[in-house]
């Protein structure tokens, strides 16, 4: 790479800082701007109060920070992201609202793809320093979510929606600062997260809290404004946020370089190493890749906090719950003891997003539909493919085994223990052999990898899938259909069986 890691079309201001530290400008750019952000944030909610100030302004403002920030990390690349957002208000405006869902989705994904093909041809495989798909691929999410759900509020009768899709139509076309501002906002224009237009629309008006505290209640109590909501402060959960980033600041900086990915297809290594060797290194490289995810992850889920927008209601403990737009449960993620439990817990803001365009709205082949359109959105490195076509009979297989086994371990807690830990190990070690491709990106890569794993999890996974086929244990006829997930609600985490992405290795920003 050479000094490829010091070159940016964005702004070379901290160039110095960037050349002292040893990291990529368009690292050192991303995290100014998230930190600037991070005070702009706390001056919104509490100088730009909606009291003060019309929802107008409020837009404006956030608008034209969202935009600065584009315009200093990636320069004359943001203007694909700008006119992508500029030609999709166009086809909102002026397009039959009986195909505007279709026609926003084919040309931000479109758009996207045009971006990823371009970064395999020109940059062959690497990761080039001003690496603009991260906040196009959120751009794309809101794009199309808003479109389906102007769909679903101007074309379709109530009856025809979910309780989801009837909290989250909208009724109306946005204003072109307010579709702005949605889509360029410096709260999420850099690494997210995708979140509902409504919601968003009452937190630049104020009425956030009072209506989330509804929607959890289930009653009115007249609280209709920003005059009457209540003062919930999100210091705490802000601050909480931020001794997260703190610590996994600090892991990336010792463990994650410490433990590259690309060393597990080192020919030396797969010449050398054994089998177990090979496979305990897979497993620890890929712990310490999520730092980094983590990190991005909280720190943008912190900057919306701290403008006052993500409240989700009060807990059962009586306290008020500030993840409506989290985009990761980390407690999940690290003890989680099933292939799905992990998704639901990764990444889960794109998860719903999946879900909100494609899952619930395709007749047939739902699921390998939204494998499609993950990997779409993701990019077109095989690595991406590689992942998601491993993930399918992986898929299978932990529902054909979980069926068929679990219940025999229900009976005793020490049996059940047991169970959760050879689950666990098996979950991880599935995660990191089916994710590995994703970080390789490459084919030659891939195969090398898989070559050295014996392709053993591929074969395992087929075998349980056919020997389990049918005979698990029956479901009661109140179970829910295994193909069916269970409903979302708009501060819900749960999602179709891998539907949510994996990680993601541009520049660190989204995944």
Same mark, same amino acid.
């Given at each position: 790479?050479?000094?490829?890691?010091? !070159?940016?079309?964005?702004?070379?201001?901290?160039?110095?800082?960037?050349?002292?530290?040893?990291?990529?400008?368009?690292?050192?750019?991303?995290?100014?701007?998230?930190?600037?952000?991070?005070?702009?944030?706390?001056?919104?909610?509490?100088?730009?109060?909606?009291?003060?100030?019309?929802?107008?302004?409020?837009?404006?403002?956030?608008?034209?920070?969202?935009?600065?920030? &584009?315009?200093?990390?990636?320069?004359?690349?943001?203007?694909?992201?700008?006119?992508?957002?500029?030609?999709?208000?166009?086809?909102?405006?002026?397009?039959?609202? /009986?195909?505007?869902?279709?026609?926003?989705?084919?040309?931000?994904?479109?758009?996207?793809?045009?971006?990823?093909?371009?970064?395999?041809?020109?940059? /062959? =495989?690497?990761?080039?320093?001003?690496?603009?798909?991260?906040?196009?691929?959120?751009?794309?999410?809101?794009?199309?979510?808003?479109?389906?759900?102007?769909?679903?509020?101007?074309?379709?009768?109530?009856?025809?929606?979910?309780?989801?899709?009837?909290?989250?139509?909208?009724?109306?076309?946005?204003? @072109?600062? %307010?579709?702005?501002?949605?889509?360029?906002?410096?709260?999420?224009?850099?690494?997210?997260?995708?979140?509902?237009?409504?919601?968003? #629309?009452?937190?630049?008006?104020?009425?956030?809290?009072?209506?989330?505290?509804?929607?959890?209640?289930?009653?009115? /109590?007249?609280? /209709?404004?920003?005059?009457?909501?209540?003062?919930?402060?999100?210091?705490? $959960?802000?601050?909480?946020?931020?001794?997260?980033?703190?610590?996994?600041?600090?892991?990336?900086?010792?463990?994650?370089?410490?433990?590259?990915?690309?060393?597990?297809?080192?020919?030396?290594?797969?010449?050398?190493?054994?089998?177990?060797?090979?496979?305990?290194? $897979?497993?620890?490289?890929?712990?310490?890749?999520?730092?980094?995810?983590?990190?991005?992850?909280?720190?943008?889920?912190?900057?919306?906090?701290?403008?006052?927008?993500?409240?989700?209601?009060?807990?059962?403990?009586?306290?008020?719950?500030?993840?409506?737009?989290?985009?990761?449960?980390?407690?999940? #993620?690290?003890?989680?003891?099933?292939?799905?439990?992990? *998704?639901?817990?990764?990444? #889960?803001?794109?998860?719903?997003?999946? !879900?909100?365009?494609? =899952?619930?709205?395709?007749?047939?082949?739902?699921?390998?539909?939204?494998?499609?359109?993950?990997?779409?959105?993701?990019?077109?490195?095989?690595?991406?493919?590689?992942?998601?076509?491993?993930?399918?009979?992986?898929?299978?297989?932990?529902?054909?085994?979980?069926?068929?086994?679990?219940?025999?371990?229900?009976? +005793?807690?020490?049996?059940?223990?047991?169970?959760?830990?050879?689950?666990?190990?098996?979950?991880?070690?599935?995660?990191? =052999?089916?994710?590995?491709?994703?970080?390789?990106?490459?084919?030659?890569?891939?195969?090398?990898?898989?070559?050295?794993?014996?392709?053993?999890?591929?074969? &395992?996974?087929? @075998?349980?899938?056919?020997?389990?086929?049918?005979?698990? !244990?029956?479901? +009661?006829?109140?179970?829910?259909?295994?193909?069916?997930?269970?409903? *979302?609600?708009?501060?819900?985490? +749960? +999602?179709?069986? &891998?539907?949510?992405?994996?990680?993601?290795?541009?520049?660190?920003? %989204?995944?």
């Amino acid at each position: 790479m050479g000094d490829a890691i010091f !070159k940016t079309t964005g702004s070379k201001w901290l160039l110095p800082v960037s050349e002292f530290l040893g990291f990529p400008i368009d690292q050192v750019n991303f995290i100014a701007c998230q930190l600037f952000g991070l005070a702009a944030a706390f001056w919104f909610r509490l100088y730009l109060k909606p009291s003060h100030f019309k929802p107008l302004v409020r837009h404006t403002v956030a608008t034209v920070l969202g935009t600065a920030f &584009l315009v200093f990390c990636f320069g004359w690349y943001s203007a694909q992201i700008l006119a992508t957002v500029v030609v999709s208000y166009l086809i909102i405006l002026k397009a039959d609202i /009986n195909h505007v869902h279709r026609y926003s989705m084919v040309t931000a994904m479109g758009s996207l793809t045009v971006c990823h093909v371009s970064r395999v041809i020109i940059f /062959n =495989y690497g990761v080039p320093s001003t690496d603009f798909s991260g906040p196009l691929m959120m751009v794309t999410q809101r794009i199309t979510t808003l479109a389906f759900q102007l769909h679903d509020g101007m074309c379709k009768k109530s009856e025809q929606l979910t309780s989801e899709q009837k909290l989250a139509a909208i009724k109306e076309r946005p204003s @072109l600062m %307010e579709y702005l501002s949605y889509n360029l906002n410096f709260l999420s224009i850099l690494v997210g997260p995708c979140s509902n237009y409504k919601d968003y #629309i009452d937190f630049i008006e104020g009425t956030h809290i009072s209506r989330r505290l509804k929607q959890r209640s289930g009653s009115s /109590n007249g609280h /209709n404004g920003y005059d009457k909501s209540p003062d919930l402060s999100p210091l705490d $959960a802000v601050c909480r946020k931020l001794l997260v980033c703190c610590v996994c600041m600090l892991l990336f900086l010792i463990v994650t370089r410490s433990l590259p990915i690309t060393y597990n297809v080192d020919p030396d290594f797969i010449n050398n190493a054994d089998f177990l060797t090979r496979l305990t290194y $897979a497993f620890f490289s890929i712990q310490a890749a999520r730092p980094k995810f983590y990190f991005a992850w909280t720190l943008a889920d912190a900057v919306n906090n701290a403008a006052g927008y993500g409240f989700l209601g009060i807990d059962e403990n009586g306290k008020p719950s500030w993840d409506l737009v989290s985009n990761l449960n980390i407690i999940g #993620i690290e003890t989680a003891t099933s292939f799905k439990t992990f *998704i639901d817990n990764w990444n #889960i803001r794109t998860g719903v997003w999946l !879900k909100t365009v494609c =899952y619930d709205r395709a007749p047939k082949h739902r699921l390998a539909l939204t494998f499609i359109l993950s990997a779409l959105w993701h990019g077109v490195y095989p690595g991406y493919y590689f992942t998601f076509l491993t993930a399918i009979p992986i898929t299978m297989a932990a529902r054909a085994i979980r069926k068929s086994v679990r219940h025999h371990f229900l009976n +005793s807690k020490n049996l059940k223990l047991g169970y959760d830990i050879v689950t666990w190990a098996a979950t991880q070690l599935a995660i990191c =052999y089916t994710v590995m491709p994703f970080l390789l990106l490459s084919l030659d890569r891939t195969l090398i990898y898989y070559r050295s794993m014996f392709f053993h999890v591929h074969v &395992l996974s087929i @075998l349980a899938a056919i020997i389990l086929h049918g005979k698990h !244990k029956p479901k +009661s006829a109140s179970s829910v259909s295994t193909k069916s997930p269970p409903p *979302i609600s708009s501060s819900s985490s +749960s +999602s179709p069986d &891998l539907c949510q992405s994996v990680p993601c290795n541009n520049n660190d920003k %989204e995944a």
